[in-house]
């Protein structure tokens, strides 16, 4: 038998947690167990600091643009063979000693750094820049975290020939 603590909760918190008990079968202990076990399962955006028994959200950055990255994040980028190193830092991208609040002016300095300068230098930040798969260690473009908005001309005729 283990040792039983009692805990005081407030009354919505142990409604929430009723809507994942199993009726006659679970006790509001098991299913807080299985709440942990689901998430020391999974990698989290929560962490619990070493000093501290509170749980801190991890930062975000988030561009003008709408990509969303977690703080701390490296990123690459390889251009005329040559590769750069950015990080992601909480009020934007950190390249060469330099903030800057978009991706695509890091790259085009990454671009200038490796001598190409004016219009040639202009670049789509989220397609230069990748960051590395926690799941597979490949170097990703940032642009596959966004879906993509261009519309497919023949599926949307065929939708309209069947409507119409």
């Known amino acids: 038998m283990t040792e039983q603590i009692a805990v005081t909760i407030s009354k919505p918190v142990f ?6 008990a199993a009726p006659l079968v679970d006790t509001t202990d098991t299913v807080i167990e299985r709440l ?15 000093n501290s028994n509170s749980i801190v959200t991890q930062a975000h950055w988030r561009s003008s643009r709408g990509d969303t990255l977690p703080v701390g994040t490296e990123l690459r980028g390889s251009y005329l063979g040559k590769t ?15 903030l800057y ?16 300068r004016g219009k040639a230098a202009s670049t ?12 597979t260690g490949q170097w990703i473009p940032i642009s596959v975290l966004r879906p993509s908005h261009r519309i497919n001309s023949d599926e949307l005729l065929a939708e309209l020939e069947r409507t119409t």
């Open 101 to 116: 609040n978009n991706l695509s002016p890091a790259a085009i300095a990454a671009k200038n750094l490796a001598g190409t």
């Open 124 to 135: 789509n930040g989220r397609d230069f820049w990748k960051f590395q798969d926690p799941t």
């Open 84 to 98: 750069f190193s950015a990080k992601i830092e909480r009020a934007g991208v950190l390249f060469e000693g330099t």
């Open 36 to 50: 942990l076990d689901y998430w020391e399962a999974r990698p989290s955006s929560m962490v619990a600091p070493a």
């Open 15 to 20: 409604e929430r947690l009723q809507k994942y």
